[in-house]
């Protein structure tokens, strides 16, 4: 493994993971937010590029957060990663998360 791979931030990872999975890379954002036990990484893509990061059953979804928790593992710091749904209006009440299992280090 590379240096570079290393010093890749785990929401740099996510965010570079999802901008190759959808039509529309420069619509993909990733936020962070720091609690006091774990870091929720807020991932943000186009509305018509949404089912592409859930994937079906939400298999790529699930695959996203089990990269999560093995960085999370190795960092010893816990993450969670929130996808944020939209709706046309976007309007910030109408937003809407999918339901995720947190990624822990143990």
């Keep these: ?3 570079s791979a290393l010093d890749t931030s ?3 990872l ?3 993971i999802a901008r190759s999975l959808v039509d529309t890379p420069v619509e ?3 936020s962070s937010v720091s609690r006091d036990t774990a870091t929720v990484l807020q991932l943000r893509v186009a ?3 949404v089912g592409k990061v859930i994937g079906k059953q939400g298999r790529t979804a699930r695959s996203l957060r089990t990269i999560l928790s093995a960085v999370s593992m190795k960092l010893h710091h816990r993450y969670t990663l929130e996808i944020l749904e939209e709706s046309h209006g976007e309007n910030p009440s109408e ?3 999918t339901p995720h299992v947190e990624a822990s280090a143990l």
């Design 1 to 3: 493994m590379s240096n």
């Design 10 to 12: 785990p929401s740099d």
């Design 95 to 97: 937003i809407h998360t």
């Design 14 to 16: 996510i965010a570079e």
């Design 47 to 49: 509305p018509s590029d």
């Design 28 to 30: 993909v954002e990733i």
